[in-house]
């Protein structure tokens, strides 16, 4: 584990270029949204969905030093248009621009307590897992994957179960990356092991994305990331959740992910785990072929 570290930091600095940007090291802005206006803590339940205008009708609970509870109509981002359901219980950024115009949401997440229940039991499951793996924390090929519940594009809960008994290709990207050969050319590289996948007539694989800036990285920028890309998300699934749990997943993973006040530089690996939930390939990197991953995987 020592020296998979060293390599790793060794790795991340080597590649890093002048003022931060690399080839398997990427330094960008980490926070939510761009700075814009003013923002305050929104909580309330969606009554209308107007996709085509990206608009929300929201019965929201006071919102604390602005207005009290009322029933109004939001501007949102297409992502979060597409991912909102009627009678969906949300907590929301309410934003006032400063440039006037008409109130907006942003950072939505899903609020429905068992939901939430369900996120934060995972969380704490795997916290105490990483903590007590110790020194064997790194889970080499051959381990078995660990349990994790996190929230997918949709909003929906996932736990890691949903997936036992199907292969998994899984890798981590955030949607801001900026630099073509980092997470722009793994998520098309997933996209090529999808599309080859199918035409090799593999059926039982599941392709899995999960966020290194789950702050940013709401349901539904994942959702606009994918419908963006024209990702075909029947099998393929982009997971965010608990900054600790996407923590201790890249821990495991053995992603250095390092925060520098706003910003983020990580490093890359992609996983192959067969249906009985055991690693057994594993590229760093972006410099990895999508027919590689297929050639690996179990035709049924």
């Given at each position: 584990?020592?020296?998979?570290?060293?390599?790793?930091?060794?790795?991340?600095?080597?590649?890093?270029?002048?003022?931060?940007?690399?080839?398997?090291?990427?330094?960008?802005?980490?926070?939510?949204?761009?700075?814009g206006g003013k923002r305050y803590p929104l909580?309330?339940?969606?009554?209308?969905?107007?996709?085509?205008?990206?608009?929300?009708?929201?019965?929201?609970?006071?919102?604390?030093?602005?207005?009290?509870?009322?029933?109004?109509?939001?501007?949102?981002?297409?992502?979060?248009?597409?991912?909102?359901?009627?009678?969906?219980?949300?907590?929301?950024?309410?934003?006032?621009?400063?440039?006037?115009?008409?109130?907006?949401?942003?950072?939505?997440?899903?609020?429905?307590?068992?939901?939430?229940?369900?996120?934060?039991?995972?969380?704490?499951?795997?916290?105490?897992?990483?903590?007590?793996?110790?020194?064997?924390?790194?889970?080499?090929?051959?381990?078995?994957?660990?349990?994790?519940?996190?929230?997918?594009?949709?909003?929906?809960?996932?736990?890691?179960?949903?997936?036992?008994?199907?292969?998994?290709?899984?890798?981590?990207?955030?949607?801001?990356?900026?630099?073509?050969?980092?997470?722009?050319?793994?998520?098309?590289?997933?996209?090529?092991?999808?599309?080859?996948?199918?035409?090799?007539?593999?059926?039982?694989?599941?392709?899995?994305?999960?966020?290194?800036?789950?702050?940013?990285?709401?349901?539904?920028?994942?959702?606009?990331?994918?419908?963006?890309?024209?990702?075909?998300?029947?099998?393929?699934?982009?997971?965010?959740?608990?900054?600790?749990?996407?923590?201790?997943?890249?821990?495991?993973?053995?992603?250095?992910?390092?925060?520098?006040?706003?910003?983020?530089?990580?490093?890359?690996?992609?996983?192959?785990?067969?249906?009985?939930?055991?690693?057994?390939?594993?590229?760093?990197?972006?410099?990895?072929?999508?027919?590689?991953?297929?050639?690996?995987?179990?035709?049924?």
């Amino acid at each position: 584990m020592p020296r998979l570290i060293f390599l790793a930091l060794l790795l991340l600095a080597g590649c890093a270029k002048p003022g931060g940007g690399g080839d398997d090291g990427v330094r960008v802005l980490a926070g939510p949204d761009a700075p814009g206006g003013k923002r305050y803590p929104l909580t309330g339940v969606i009554l209308k969905v107007d996709l085509p205008h990206k608009l929300l009708t929201v019965q929201h609970e006071a919102v604390a030093g602005l207005m009290p509870a009322m029933t109004m109509e939001f501007a949102v981002a297409a992502g979060d248009a597409a991912a909102a359901h009627v009678g969906e219980h949300i907590r929301a950024d309410l934003v006032l621009d400063r440039a006037g115009g008409s109130p907006r949401l942003a950072r939505i997440w899903p609020d429905d307590r068992s939901a939430a229940a369900a996120i934060a039991a995972g969380a704490r499951a795997l916290r105490e897992d990483t903590h007590n793996r110790g020194d064997g924390v790194y889970r080499e090929v051959g381990e078995a994957l660990p349990d994790f519940t996190l929230y997918d594009q949709s909003g929906q809960v996932v736990n890691s179960r949903r997936f036992r008994g199907k292969q998994i290709m899984l890798n981590f990207i955030f949607t801001r990356c900026p630099v073509a050969n980092m997470c722009p050319a793994s998520t098309a590289k997933m996209m090529a092991a999808q599309r080859q996948a199918r035409e090799a007539g593999v059926k039982n694989v599941e392709f899995v994305s999960i966020t290194l800036d789950p702050l940013y990285d709401t349901p539904g920028v994942l959702k606009e990331y994918a419908e963006v890309r024209g990702i075909d998300t029947s099998n393929f699934s982009f997971l965010t959740g608990p900054e600790s749990a996407i923590r201790d997943l890249l821990t495991q993973f053995g992603v250095i992910a390092e925060f520098d006040g706003d910003l983020v530089k990580h490093t890359l690996a992609t996983l192959l785990i067969d249906p009985r939930g055991t690693i057994i390939w594993r590229a760093d990197g972006s410099a990895w072929a999508a027919a590689d991953f297929v050639a690996r995987m179990h035709k049924e």
